[in-house]
């Protein structure tokens, strides 16, 4: 599985940012995707997840309100769709991807992830 992620950039305080994350699976629809983010000098953290379905999404509480996360498994894509950015938003993001194995899942831990993409740097200016 390989993972393209794009739509990073710079941006001010406020304004908005949509990232997108192409996926070579042509079972792209059994893939759980996650986007997450790796500011400088910190660890790689989960930013918000998404079910091979689309069912059951996860949001880490600091974007919550904020930030959606979304599929288009016609396409075979990913996005995450960031409003009223922060500074703290600051970092590389990054997007993931495992296999549908069961009905019992979680969406939230990095180490389930199998696939990853580049990263996006994204940067948030004050």
């Known amino acids: 599985v390989q993972l393209q992620a794009s739509g990073g950039g710079l941006v001010q305080a406020g304004g908005s940012l949509r990232l997108s994350c192409a996926s070579s699976?042509?079972?792209?629809?059994?893939?759980?995707m996650g986007w997450f983010r790796q500011a400088p000098g910190k660890e790689r953290e989960i930013v918000a997840a998404?079910?091979?379905?689309?069912?059951?999404?996860y949001y880490t509480d600091s974007v919550k309100g904020r930030f959606t996360i979304s599929r288009d498994n016609a396409k075979n894509t990913a996005f995450l769709q960031m409003n009223s950015l922060k500074p703290e938003d600051t970092a590389v993001y990054y997007c993931?991807?495992?296999?549908?194995?069961?009905?019992?899942?979680?969406?939230?831990?990095?180490?389930?992830?199998?696939?990853w993409g580049q990263g996006t740097q994204v940067t948030v200016s004050s």
């Open positions: 993931a991807a495992r296999y549908y194995s069961g009905t019992y899942y979680r969406l939230d831990r990095l180490y389930d992830y199998d696939y």
């Open positions: 699976e042509r079972a792209f629809s059994s893939l759980h």
């Open positions: 998404i079910s091979w379905s689309g069912g059951t999404t």
